[in-house]
């Protein structure tokens, strides 16, 4: 077992950078998600480490082995990909066992019948793929690539093609199968659901670099910036700027108004910053409704309004002129707030997060009527 580590990893194809001087560390034994939009390098960066592309600059490692040079055949890696690729002519069984014939190893049928077993499909070996479901049939693409034991298994979209019912419970699996056979999984994915459910690590990338790393819990409670709080989930970002720090707090001037936020929830480093809130740490008060003490809070006005089965989502428009969006859990105990009803929208401040904010991005003036900042 040993970590698969690039060093600025660099492609491109003519003048466009396609991954850009990316330093990536993929612990041994994990299941690791590279996360990002259509178009940002992610697939490349697969492609890179399987061997199918060579890099313009930079390395592939595996521990202390250099894997840059070798062909693709040559790599201890395999590739699930979302066509799943699999031999029509052949019966489940002989796709599963490829690789093992084309190296002449024994016991073959023994090495397929367990992989099935692992993957549930014991009593499918003498199906044709074009007799299966689509999650049966990326099973057997699974199979087929776990068996040449590979060190590290690389992913590419393998849920993107299943109706959504499919994809949760195949996320299921594919999470229990990593589990069970220790290897490292390298999941690429445009999905957030998906590399949060299943990854210990997910990696966000955006215009061929990494935006930021980590559990993902971490990413989506404390994004690192602007574009991880608003890919990884949704985020309400107001533009303001520090004003100094008072004690365990940093003072926030935004829209007219004062907040403050944990010095611990800060990723600014500069005085122009993004005050963000998550829309399930919101929650709305109307006409005699209290709002905590320790609550901030801006008001406006509910214009749209959704009910999704376990919460409800409102949109805000605050006195400044943009929409909050708030998630309010459907637990029975809440009323559903109307259209244009006037509304408080508030949270703790251990709730909020600071990030940098690019200069000329935001609006922070608001009318001298807005009623926004800590509750009197």
Known sequence: MADLRLHGLTK?????TAVDDLDLTVPAGSFFALLGASGCGKTTTLRMIAGLDQPTAGRVLLGDDDITGLRPYRRPVNTVFQSYALFPHLDVEENVAFGLRRRRQRDVEAQVEAMLALVQLGGYGKRRPAQLSGGQQQRVALARALINKPRVLLLDEPLGALDLTLRRRMQIELKRIQTEVGITFVHVTHDQEEA?????TVAVMHAGRLEQTGPPAELYDLPATPFVATFLGQSNLLAGDAAGRTGDDIAVSAYGARFTVPAARS???GETIFLGVRPEKL?????????PPAHQHVTGVVTDSSYVGVSSHYLVRTGWGTELAVFAPNTGAERQVPLGAEVCAHWHPRHAFLLNRPPGEGDRTAPADANLGVPA
Do not use: C, E, K, P
């Not at 491109?12 to 466009?16: L, Q």
């Open 12 to 16: 491109r194809f003519g003048a466009v």
């Open 196 to 200: 949060m459910t299943m990854a210990d």
């Open 267 to 269: 990723r600014a480093t």
């Open 283 to 291: 929650h709305l008060a109307t006409a005699g409704d209290d709002v």
